[in-house]
């Protein structure tokens, strides 16, 4: 079967075209623009992907090779309902879906069980930890995470796996597509207005998703806004009975998600000894663009929601203590409005803030756009704030405070053309 990836580069797509090869599909794909993630995809086998998604390009591949199905991203028809490539499948009868459809029959043909990892925030990290460890302890995996990891590929299907762990997203509602066995949640707060119009929408999607699950794991703060229980289907842990369980990892946030993997795994097999699970857990050696150190006192977070935001900070400071700079670009100008209330006093206590561009995708283009210089007189704790640019002046002022011994923290979204790229170029040693 072939199948074709629209928006392949995407972090939620492009893992699923690599296990989609892994597990014997003939795999192409198309993007709107180059990216590091489609280099990768390239550099893992997947070469037949067209960067421009004209519909020329689809109509040429299905000429050459029939196409049998169309996977596209939840943000292609958000971002244009009219699609160019989705009107051409249309025209040539090509099945088109969103990735939840395809991934169930995957899980289906391949009789795959789905740990899902769900949450506002750190659900990323969480899955990779579940993969980690999963690894660690020999037990063979089928997974998609939405970022780079060294200890594997972003996607992989293992013919020996009896499970896939998944990073469920609740963007367009995905996560609500399936049925998990088990289910972790790592943090509830509210996000995607464009989705969920007020919070109670965004909760009420959150106790399905646990509805559904045969199993789910989750802090009890989180039960508390979900307004659950503990019961013998549902496991709310309360922090203090964990101390101790998983605590040598850096950053407040990373040491909950990691004692709610390894909870969540001994509950496969209660046989095995959680101190050893917990020893090998505070190993875990992390996950690109997480904290990700890209040169001496330069770190890199995809960090775009308050939530994710004060954790990164409370790392940075667990590092650094007062030493800390931070460089941020939002992802959306749409939800710089909506979290703007927050974003006033977001950076109380750092150095010095700088405010490049906002990436922008799926914009409610009626919102004024917040600018730098606008998101700048917002602000106010940091004594220091500077509208800035990805130029020469910024990587001058970045490198300066670096060499002054100040943990320079990059807040960055998005992927071609986002700071996280801007500073691999210039920093990347």
């Not at 309902?81 to 499948?89: Q, R």
Request: hydrophobic share 35%; proline share 3%.
């Amino acid at each position: 079967m072939h199948i074709y990836f629209s928006g392949i580069g995407g972090t939620g797509i492009g893992p699923l075209a690599l296990i989609a090869k892994q597990a014997g599909f003939e795999v192409s794909g198309s993007d709107k623009q180059n990216s590091s993630y489609v280099e990768y995809l390239v550099k893992n086998g997947i070469t037949d992907i067209s960067i421009g998604q004209t519909g020329k390009e689809l109509e040429t591949l299905h000429a050459k090779h029939s196409v049998d199905w169309l996977v596209f991203s939840s943000s292609l028809p958000k971002e244009n309902p009219n699609h160019p490539e989705l009107i051409k499948a249309k025209e040539l009868g090509i099945k088109s879906t969103k990735r939840d459809e395809f991934l169930n029959y995957l899980l289906q043909e391949k009789n795959l069980k789905m740990i899902a990892v769900a949450g506002t925030h750190g659900k990323t990290t969480t899955t990779a930890m579940t993969i980690w460890l999963m690894k660690q302890l020999g037990i063979s995996v089928s997974y998609s995470v939405g970022a780079k990891i060294s200890f594997g590929e972003m996607g992989e299907f293992n013919p020996k796996s009896e499970y896939f762990v998944y990073e469920a997203d609740e963007y367009d509602r995905n996560f609500l597509s399936f049925n998990p066995a088990l289910s972790i949640i790592s943090g509830v707060g509210y996000d995607h207005a464009d989705i969920y119009p007020t919070k109670q929408n965004y909760l009420d999607a959150f106790n399905d998703f646990v509805e559904q699950s045969d199993k789910c794991f989750l802090w009890d703060d989180d039960a508390d806004k979900l307004d659950i229980v503990s019961n013998e289907k549902i496991l709310v842990m309360n922090r203090p009975d964990y101390l101790g369980l998983a605590d040598n990892l850096l950053g407040e946030v990373n040491r909950n998600n990691a004692k709610l993997v390894v909870q969540a795994i001994y509950s496969l097999d209660e046989s095995r000894d959680i101190v050893e699970l917990s020893e090998t857990m505070n190993r875990f050696p992390g996950v690109s663009r997480r904290f990700e150190k890209i040169s001496r006192n330069i770190y890199s977070d995809y960090a775009h929601t308050p939530e994710k935001i004060r954790g990164a900070l409370q790392m940075a400071r667990e590092v650094a203590g007062d030493s800390v700079v931070v460089v941020y670009e939002g992802l959306h100008n749409t939800r710089q409005h909506f979290i703007r209330k927050e974003l006033k006093t977001m950076f109380e206590g750092i150095l010095e803030l700088y405010i490049v561009p906002s990436y922008l995708a799926r914009e409610d283009e009626s919102l004024e756009m917040l600018t730098p210089e606008i998101l700048c007189e917002l602000m106010e704790k940091p004594a220091l704030r500077h509208p800035a640019k990805l130029d020469e002046s910024l990587k001058s002022s970045i490198s300066n405070l670096a060499s002054q011994d100040n943990l320079v923290l990059c807040l960055t979204a998005g992927g071609g053309g986002s700071l996280d790229e801007w500073l691999r170029k210039e920093f990347n040693s």
